[in-house]
């Protein structure tokens, strides 16, 4: 799956992942309206909502990004019904030929971790059959619990040949309250890097690993120490746009094959009508809106990469 | 929420908690049988049978154990059908009057934590109308991605008057690969601990904090510290019976008062059938079983602390 994410970043030109984190407050009046018309003002009714909202991004944007980033808490906050739509939007982006990066940042430990890999990546076994979950291509994972917490992971990655981002320096103001802490000169973020690279090393796809690494844009300088880090690991780097990563920032993230990185941008994209750059769209055509913020955000990293 | 459950500890004289992990493989014949036949061998069949297999126990332990901790994991592997299980279990031990923790392990930043918060201890707001998504009484959180992963579910405690359980040193092999960095001779999850005990500090009940702490039974001379460092907090102690630790190990985690810690036993109690100690009650009684099993570890867990 690493090798189909590269392949379709090269062609599309666009080292790109559109994050569907939606909120209520994003939606359209014209898609909430009919969905409680059908479904009352009910988690039914927002989960419908929710579901054309998306559909309706991904048919204005599939042909120009490789991949998208559904953030399931969003989904899981509307309990049953938030995540029959959020198992919807992954299979319709497979559809689309898009790689689904399920941004669930689980982790656990021994036989539990094994049971979010398989329910997530791989298939569970009920008698004689076996079934796919969830079934994204690619999950995040919280490395706090150490190896044990990974290594189900990686087990059913190799398995499905489908790949685990792990966070190592996310991209939040506090991520440094417990990441940055120096531990004999190193900060923890760098030792949780190693380790990812270590995890990576026997499960390499054609040029980079099924294990990659999450690292915030607004953070560059880290993400140039973690880079050469983890040579072959890709970085899945959230925080451009809305939470003040720009693309110059961005420029670390990469290799010199100009590769190694994937860009997240969410509200940015998701909800760009609601910006003033984007306000002559309106709600009725949202999904414009958004095809128009790809196309600008993968002109910034463009100029950016050009510069480096 | 944490009145209660130290109020139920008190007159039940039991601090425990069981850990309703279900696997297949722990689900008696008779069970699985009128599920499949039902349903079929398919991720409604699995999840029927988990259903019925954790009623069964609930329907023999409600009277004896303050508090349940379903491991979603074990519910997420199967998919919707398994989640539709997971809320099931949720709802019949509230019916019970039991208190449900549900080991969620989730963590994020901003209002992604906030997501999570509100699908499982609060209500999402849907037009005019207000939800609860899953409804748990608490929930453990993952802090690796520092305060601004955890406030938004204390933000949540405060109104609903539920509380969390922060994993601070957790009871696997490899927990010590980051948890146990030293970071100017202290290690990371004694600063964990200051920082749970500091969340905490702002939102009490009346003796113990709505913030509580995740400590493994299989690490008693961290517990012992951890439970000075911080004082107001419950602590969620895993890793008793099948993990390896000994009812003697236990007796740092409380404080003076008898109280301060709730000791979750999984597979020790759900699956006692299949122990050759409880060999005799058979597939037949499996919840005869697990009942026997908690009356065991309870008398362990007094015998500890009347020893202290």
């Given at each position: 799956m690493i090798n189909k994410l590269v392949g379709k970043i090269q062609k599309m030109n666009a080292p790109i992942v559109v994050g569907l984190d939606?909120?209520?407050?994003?939606i359209p009046e014209q898609i909430t309206k009919k969905a409680f018309a059908e479904y009352g003002e009910t988690l039914e009714g927002a989960a419908e909502a929710i579901w054309q909202y998306n559909k309706g991004i991904v048919d204005a944007i599939y042909d120009l990004v490789p991949a998208v980033k559904p953030q399931i808490a969003m989904y899981e906050q509307f309990g049953i019904p938030g995540l029959v739509a959020f198992k919807k939007t992954v299979d319709y982006c497979?559809?689309?030929?898009?790689?689904?990066?399920?941004?669930?940042?689980?982790?656990?430990?021994?036989s539990t971790?094994?049971?979010?890999?398989?329910?997530?990546?791989?298939?569970?076994?009920?008698?004689?059959?076996?079934?796919?979950?969830?079934?994204?291509?690619?999950?995040?994972?919280?490395?706090?619990l150490?190896?044990?917490?990974?290594?189900?992971?990686?087990?059913?990655?190799?398995?499905?040949?489908?790949?685990?981002?792990?966070?190592?320096?996310?991209?939040?103001?506090?991520?440094?309250?417990?990441?940055?802490?120096?531990i004999d000169g190193k900060p923890l973020y760098e030792i949780v890097g190693e380790k990812v690279a270590a995890w990576g090393a026997d499960c390499m796809g054609d040029s980079y690993s099924y294990v990659g690494a999450v690292v915030g844009a607004t953070?560059?300088?880290?993400?140039?120490?973690?880079?050469?880090?983890?040579?072959?690991?890709?970085?899945?780097?959230?925080?451009?746009?809305?939470?003040?990563?720009?693309?110059?920032?961005l420029v670390h993230f990469f290799n010199e094959d100009g590769l190694g990185a994937i860009i997240n941008s969410s509200r940015g994209i998701?909800?760009?009508?609601?910006?003033?750059?984007?306000?002559?769209?309106?709600?009725?055509?949202?999904?414009?809106?958004?095809?128009?913020?790809?196309?600008?955000?993968?002109?910034?990293?463009?100029?950016?990469?050009?510069?480096?």
């Open positions: 939606p909120m209520m407050k994003f497979k559809e689309k030929d898009m790689v689904v990066i399920g941004d669930i940042k689980r982790g656990d430990i021994g971790s094994e049971a979010y890999a398989v329910g997530h990546l791989g298939k569970v076994q009920v008698g004689q059959n076996a079934f796919y979950g969830f079934d994204e291509d690619f999950v995040t994972v919280n490395p706090y150490g190896s044990d917490g990974v290594n189900p992971f990686v087990k059913v990655c190799k398995e499905e040949k489908k790949g685990i981002f792990v966070l190592v320096k996310t991209s939040n103001p506090s991520s440094g309250e417990f990441q940055d802490q120096l953070y560059p300088e880290q993400g140039k120490l973690l880079r050469k880090v983890m040579p072959k690991s890709f970085i899945l780097v959230p925080g451009y746009g809305a939470q003040g990563g720009k693309g110059a920032d998701i909800a760009a009508y609601q910006q003033e750059k984007y306000a002559t769209f309106g709600g009725a055509n949202y999904a414009d809106a958004s095809r128009q913020a790809v196309l600008d955000m993968r002109e910034d990293i463009a100029q950016a990469l050009a510069s480096k």
